[in-house]
Each structure stands twice: as structure tokens, then as C-alpha cells.
């Protein structure tokens, strides 16, 4: 049987909004606590920096729909803002995970007459944690000096799990190494048969499938040579001036899409190819790669960066049309304000492929149109600016509903929050909650003509097994 965790909610004061979108609209926010530990008790012993093993933290890396009220939340490499070790970033042997959220909306009764109120209140629960693991041993890093083993103390045959360290890769070969036990998960979705998902990754860059039952990896999606960085280095801005093609240190595939067919993937860059950079001058100037999940075939596109300094998620509306996010690193956590997070669509239908180019031209991007300015609308609700997730870093459709008797499709957001659970910096000076939050919209069918819900199967919930 399992038991729920209830999660406290915060209605935060909000007020008559003209929104970027004409007919989208913030109708709840929803909160989880950042101490909060997860259900995986054997990870809780405290890491190399000394945070918990299992601590609740850095939800918004990647969101995903499964069905009925039910979210997978997926979270980073882990915690690395105690320092502890500069040899590795100050990055832990925290084991990469699933949680499963159901994130419920009701009705607030309280609105409109509350002055501030929303229309819906959202009450998550944290349902189960999923550990993500290998069959086949992985390759970690060793006791250098004073720095630990970054093998799992739980690894046992025929498990081994994926970590966050640095430094878990074989030096003799390439990012790309399938048994390199370093994971940065920043994108997922789940396959229409609900009993898997898909997971992204900046490490390598990766695109690896996992059974959401056992957490075990099913299968390895190669990318093209080009994408991998040859030179590895646990210091992410030594392993950038090493290497003059791939990927970026710490910029690698931080969107993923799954079409609502369930037969392709499509992943997208935080940032361009060391060589795209140069071929171009620009660093916006992302490929997105379009991966056949039969056959493991890729097609490539250009995506152009407008005024965010990276994009941080894709998510389809159709089998060929998709919205990309983008944002900046300003706001809550950087003693900024915040500036762009902010949804574009684009459609892949008839796009300029760049398929096999191992450096691009400029000219090549896929048309995009801007469909909502985030900010703008939190700002516009009475959020200050000040207090608005620097890391605004996940997109989803949720299930549709009817308000005022008229059909909405959902968007949930969802923020990364470094499993940093308070802020206190000059505009905080007494300091601040840094939660995960989730961000529900509410869009009009008409402005989504071409929608596609994905058909997903539910999980029975009695195979689940626990981290």
C-alpha cells in the first residue's frame, strides 16, 4: 500500500492580470516544501557535501504528464552549493530519480471574493520515488586525495545507479559513453504504453529510456558523434576550453518532447555546439534533434534563441508542432530580477533539416512565434519580479478541463530550485522560502486548434517498486 505525503499548498496574492496571450490564463500555484525528504530512506545518509541523500528538491528540471493527476517530476544532477570538493563542481553521488506527483486542482471557494485568490487550489502529493539504474556496471570516479569514491553505497550486482558526480566517466573515451555513471537529468516524458519514460541529459548528451516500474535503464538512443565532447573534465569550465566541438559543459539536452503518436522524440539543446558557435558567432543558434523511436534514426533543425541566454524545454502540441521554452538565469536564487521565461511555438513540419552538418550556417532556424511571456503574467498577478523562479525550467499539458463551461487545455511550469530551500540575499535580506513551485495555466481550445492529447496508459499502481 501506498501512503501519500501530504504537501502543503501557498496561494500567493494575486490580482486581475492582462495576460501576454489573450485567452491564457494563471488559474492556480501550487508549492512544495524544500526540506521535504523523498521516499528513498536507503539514499537519505547525507552526501559528500553533507546535504541528504533524498532530499525533495529541484522538481521543476523536468515535468511530465502521466494521466489522470499524475506528474513525474524529475530533479538534476542533484545538490552543488555546499562546497566541498572544486575538483568536481562541488557535485554529489546523488542518485538520479523519478518522483511521481499527483498535483490535484479544486475549485477555491474563496474566489473570486478573496481579494488575490485563484480560481483553483492545487494539492500535491508525493506518491513514489523510482531510483534509475543500470544492469550493466558503470564507470565512477576514484578516491583522489581527499575525494571520496563516487561509486553508490547501495550499487549491488545487476543494479547500479546513476549519479550526479562529475567525474563518473571513463577518460579514455567520449561524453557520449553509455556506461559513464554521471546523469544530469533535465528532460522526461512518459511513452504512451505508461510504463516507461524517456530521460534527456547534459552530461553526455544522452536520451535513455527507463522502466518507471523498476527504474532500470531499457535502452540507449545514440546521438551523432559531433554532439560529444572528447576532452572530460569533473570541472565543467576546465572540460569547455578542452574541447572545440560538442557540447557545452553543463548546456547539453535540456528539453525533451514526445509526439502525442508516441513514436518520435525530440530533444532540444540548452545551447549551441561548441562548433555551431563558432561557425556562427552566436551561441543561439540550438540544434533540435528529432530521434525515430523505432528505429533509433535522427533528423536535426536549428532552433534560434531570441532573448533568453538558453531554452530549457520542449513540449509538443502535435505530432509537428511544439512550444519551446525559454528563459534567462535572472530572478529568485540569483539576487536578480527576473527578465525572460517566456513560450514559443514552432512547427517542424517543412523545416530546413541541417541532418548530419557537423557545423551549421545561420539561416537554417525553424519559425517561431511567441504564444506567452511568463513573467509578464506573474508580474501581472502581483508577483514581484524579484520573487519569480530564476529557474523556470519545465513545461506540460495537463489534462483539459471546463471552466465557466468552456473546454481549456492546461500548461503546468514548474521551477528548478538547486535544492536550495532558503534565499537570503540583498533582496531578501531576512530571507526567503526557495520551494518548488507549480505554475498551472489555463489556455483556450481556439488558440490551440491543432492540439493532440497523448494517449497515456495508466501505471497500475501495485507493481511500483520504491527507491
Known amino acids: 500500500m501506498n501512503n501519500k505525503k501530504l504537501i502543503p499548498f501557498l496561494l500567493l496574492p494575486f490580482f486581475a492580470a492582462t495576460t501576454a496571450h489573450a485567452a491564457t490564463n494563471l488559474i492556480a500555484i501550487g508549492e512544495i516544501n524544500a526540506n521535504y525528504q523523498d521516499y528513498s530512506t536507503r539514499t537519505a545518509p547525507a552526501l559528500e557535501s553533507g546535504v541528504a541523500g533524498n532530499l525533495l528538491g529541484g522538481l521543476g528540471s523536468g515535468l511530465a504528464y502521466a494521466g489522470g493527476n499524475t506528474f513525474i517530476g524529475l530533479q538534476d544532477r542533484g545538490p552543488n552549493a555546499n562546497v566541498y570538493n572544486a575538483g568536481v563542481d562541488n557535485t554529489t553521488s546523488f542518485i538520479s530519480r523519478l518522483q511521481t506527483l499527483s498535483l490535484s486542482l479544486a475549485p477555491n471557494p474563496s474566489y473570486p471574493a478573496v481579494a488575490g485568490s485563484l480560481p483553483y487550489i492545487m494539492t500535491p502529493f508525493l506518491t513514489d520515488t523510482t531510483l534509475l539504474s543500470s544492469s550493466l556496471p558503470l564507470i565512477y570516479g576514484g578516491a583522489a586525495g581527499s575525494l571520496p569514491s563516487g561509486v553508490p553505497s547501495i550499487n549491488t550486482v545487476g543494479d547500479y545507479y546513476f549519479s550526479g558526480r562529475s567525474d563518473n566517466f571513463d577518460a579514455g573515451s567520449t561524453s557520449t559513453n553509455s556506461l559513464n555513471g554521471r546523469l544530469d537529468p533535465e528532460g522526461v516524458r512518459v511513452a504512451n504504453g505508461g510504463k516507461s519514460v ?26 551523432p558523434s559531433y554532439y560529444a565532447a572528447s576532452n572530460l573534465n569533473g570541472v565543467g569550465d576546465t572540460e569547455i576550453s578542452g574541447n572545440t566541438s560538442g557540447r557545452t559543459a553543463n548546456k547539453g539536452m535540456e528539453g525533451l518532447a514526445i509526439t502525442p503518436d508516441g513514436k518520435t522524440l525530440v530533444g532540444l539543446m540548452q545551447t549551441a555546439l561548441i562548433q555551431d558557435q563558432a561557425a556562427t558567432g552566436s551561441s543561439k543558434y540550438n540544434r533540435i534533434v528529432k530521434i525515430d523511436i523505432a528505429t533509433g534514426a535522427v533528423k536535426e533543425y536549428v532552433y534560434l534563441l531570441t532573448d533568453g541566454s538558453g531554452a530549457s524545454e520542449i513540449v509538443a502540441i502535435s505530432n509537428d508542432e511544439f512550444f519551446v521554452l525559454e528563459r534567462d538565469g535572472k530572478g529568485l536564487a540569483d539576487n536578480s530580477t527576473a527578465k525572460v521565461k517566456k513560450l514559443y511555438k514552432i512547427s517542424l513540419a517543412g523545416a530546413t533539416e541541417v541532418t548530419g552538418l557537423t557545423a551549421i550556417a545561420a539561416g537554417s532556424e525553424v519559425p517561431k512565434t511567441q504564444f506567452l511571456d511568463v513573467v509578464a503574467e506573474l508580474k501581472a498577478y502581483g508577483m514581484s519580479d524579484k520573487d519569480i523562479p530564476a529557474k523556470i525550467e519545465s513545461v506540460t499539458f495537463g489534462p483539459d478541463m471546463v471552466i465557466n463551461g468552456q473546454p481549456k487545455r492546461t500548461l503546468y511550469l514548474a521551477n528548478d530550485n538547486d535544492f536550495l530551500a532558503t534565499i537570503t540575499d540583498s533582496n531578501h535580506p531576512t530571507g526567503i522560502a526557495n520551494n518548488n513551485k507549480f505554475f498551472v495555466f489555463a489556455v483556450d481550445v481556439a488558440d490551440l486548434p491543432t492540439y493532440q492529447a497523448q494517449p497515456i496508459a495508466p501505471l497500475a499502481r501495485d507493481t511500483r517498486e520504491r527507491g
Open 198 to 223: 524517456f530521460i534527456s541529459d547534459e552530461y553526455g548528451p544522452y536520451v535513455y529510456q527507463f522502466s518507471r516500474i523498476t527504474g532500470k535503464r531499457i535502452r540507449t538512443f545514440n546521438l
